[in-house]
């Protein structure tokens, strides 16, 4: 039987149990936990509706509340504590431009010098989704994308002349990624000479940018991709020093859990009677991945 490996590393947190500082108000940014993982009992005089407390990872501040948290009991804070640590890490690695993105994943970006330009920069693109149970049971991992390039002027905002600033999405600024109209900070507005646009459709029609649709197979480019970040910057020892990675790297799903359908089953019939034979796997716990490679 063929060997399945998905795009994802089981990992075990470094200490299980973890005092933390919780406030009665949110603040951007900040991860939310029930009020049953900090009291026995509901606290006397807040609002029954209010049944969060929130905590940014950082140091108490005056009025915290301090308790301990077993990670294992409180999942979907561990999965935000987890992503704090990674995007935390990365911000220190040099050359990285790293955020949060919409859905709270840490995004990694790094430029591809093998791509060289003078009206701008590639960047590759990786992003690091914490989960909890997935494909392997009562076990957190990360769940490592690429997510192919994006291209960043070299020419700030400042010195663009005679275009719509409505039509800025992405920006790079400060090692950043930031949405031009929705959350670049309004200091930061006022630092355009350090403010660069990420390529949408408007701007490359204005610079006369066109690209080639080529149809190829991306999978053994993406593998490698996946490979060489997995290499770089996860298997080391100051990513374990945070969370301990499983030393086998990417997940082998176990043969008993892969399923093969029936004999002419996978065989998928196109219009020109053209015939094409896919082999399909799926895993027991229903949870959907990529499947890097089939071996």
């Not at 407390?53 to 979907?76: M, P, T």
Request: proline share 5%; glycine share 4%; net charge neutral.
């Amino acid at each position: 039987m063929q060997q399945v490996q998905l795009n994802l590393i089981s990992f075990t947190p470094v200490k299980t149990k973890l005092k933390f500082a919780f406030y009665p108000e949110k603040e951007p940014g900040m991860a939310s936990i029930k009020w049953d993982k900090l009291f026995d009992e509901f606290p006397e005089g807040r609002d029954p509706a209010m049944q969060f407390y929130y905590c940014d990872f950082q140091s108490a501040r005056e009025d915290a509340i301090e308790k301990e948290i077993e990670l294992f009991h409180a999942v979907g804070f561990a999965k935000r504590y987890f992503n704090y640590l990674i995007l935390n890490y990365f911000k220190r690695i040099d050359g990285a431009i790293v955020f949060p993105n919409f859905t709270k994943d840490v995004e990694v970006w790094f430029t591809d010098n093998d791509i060289r330009d003078p009206l701008y920069k590639v960047y590759n693109k990786f992003t690091l989704n914490v989960q909890y149970s997935s494909a392997v049971p009562k076990q957190f991992q990360v769940v490592l994308s690429y997510n192919g390039i994006s291209k960043v002027l070299h020419t700030p905002i400042k010195q663009i002349m005679d275009f719509d600033t409505t039509k800025y999405t992405k920006v790079l600024c400060n090692g950043c990624i930031w949405h031009y109209e929705k959350t670049l900070p309004d200091d930061l507005k006022q630092q355009l000479e350090n403010v660069y646009p990420v390529l949408n459709y408007d701007l490359k029609k204005e610079y006369d940018i066109y690209e080639e649709l080529k149809k190829t197979n991306r999978y053994p480019e993406y593998l490698g991709k996946q490979e060489w970040f997995y290499n770089h910057y996860l298997n080391t020892p100051a990513f374990n020093r945070i969370i301990k990675l499983a030393p086998e790297g990417f997940y082998q799903v176990p043969n008993e859990k892969v399923y093969l359908v029936g004999k002419g089953n996978n065989i998928l019939q196109f219009k020109n009677g053209t015939h094409i034979n896919l082999v399909w796997a799926f895993l027991h716990t229903n949870h959907y991945m990529h499947i890097l490679k089939v071996i």
